[in-house]
C-alpha cells in the first residue's frame, strides 16, 4: 500500500514502526512509496500534536467562539443604540413642546388652558351647600361667643 493511500491511523503505525527501529528507515520508505523526508516529517507532526494534546488547560467548557462573542457584542450595541435613540426622541418631544409654548406666547395666547378632564376621571369636585351658606364672619373667638350667649349683660 502506498502511503498516499494510508489512513491516519494507518500512517501512525508506520511513524510508530520507524520509531521503535526494528525494520529499517530506507525498507520503510520503499514498501510504503514514501520519501525520508515526508517520514521524518510525518514524525515531527505527531511529535508536535502529541506536546499539544499534553498542553495543560483549564477546566471546564471552552469560551464562546468568535462569531459567538461579536454576535453578541453587536446584540449589545444595538441595545445601547436603541436606548439612545429612546432617549432622543423623549429630548426631541420636550423641545417640540417647548417651541409650541413659545409660538403661542409669541401670538399672544395664555398658557392657563388646561387640557379637559374626562368624566370619571376619579377627581370629585366638592358641591357648595346653597342650603345653608356659611357666614362671612372671621373664625375666631368673637364668632363663637356671639352665637352661644347674646351681648350686653347676661
Known amino acids: 500500500m502506498k502511503w498516499k493511500e494510508l489512513s491516519g491511523q494507518e500512517r501512525y503505525q508506520v511513524v510508530q514502526m520507524a520509531r521503535e527501529g526494528k525494520v529499517p528507515i530506507k525498507e520503510i520508505c520503499r514498501s510504503f512509496g514514501v520519501s525520508r523526508q515526508t517520514l521524518k516529517t510525518a514524525m515531527d507532526k505527531a511529535d508536535q500534536a502529541?506536546?499539544?494534546?499534553?498542553?495543560?488547560?483549564?477546566?471546564?467548557?471552552?469560551?464562546?467562539?468568535?462569531?459567538q462573542a461579536e454576535a453578541k457584542a453587536i446584540k449589545q450595541e444595538k441595545d445601547s443604540l436603541q436606548k439612545e435613540l429612546d432617549l432622543w426622541k423623549q429630548k426631541y418631544e420636550i423641545a417640540m413642546t417647548f417651541l409650541d409654548i413659545h409660538k403661542k406666547l409669541l401670538n399672544g395666547q395664555g398658557l392657563s388652558e388646561q387640557p379637559?378632564?374626562?368624566?370619571?376621571?376619579?377627581?370629585?369636585?366638592?358641591?357648595?351647600?346653597?342650603?345653608?351658606?356659611?357666614?362671612?364672619?372671621?373664625?375666631?373667638?368673637?364668632?363663637?361667643?356671639?352665637?352661644?350667649?347674646?351681648?350686653g349683660d347676661g
Not at 56 to 66: D, E, L, T
Not at 120 to 144: H, M, Q, Y
Open 50 to 67: 502529541a506536546m499539544e494534546a499534553l498542553i495543560p488547560k483549564s477546566p471546564g467548557r471552552k469560551g464562546k467562539s468568535k462569531a
Open 116 to 151: 379637559e378632564v374626562p368624566k370619571g376621571s376619579g377627581k370629585k369636585k366638592k358641591r357648595k351647600n346653597l342650603r345653608n351658606p356659611r357666614s362671612a364672619e372671621p373664625a375666631g373667638a368673637d364668632r363663637i361667643g356671639a352665637k352661644l350667649a347674646p351681648k
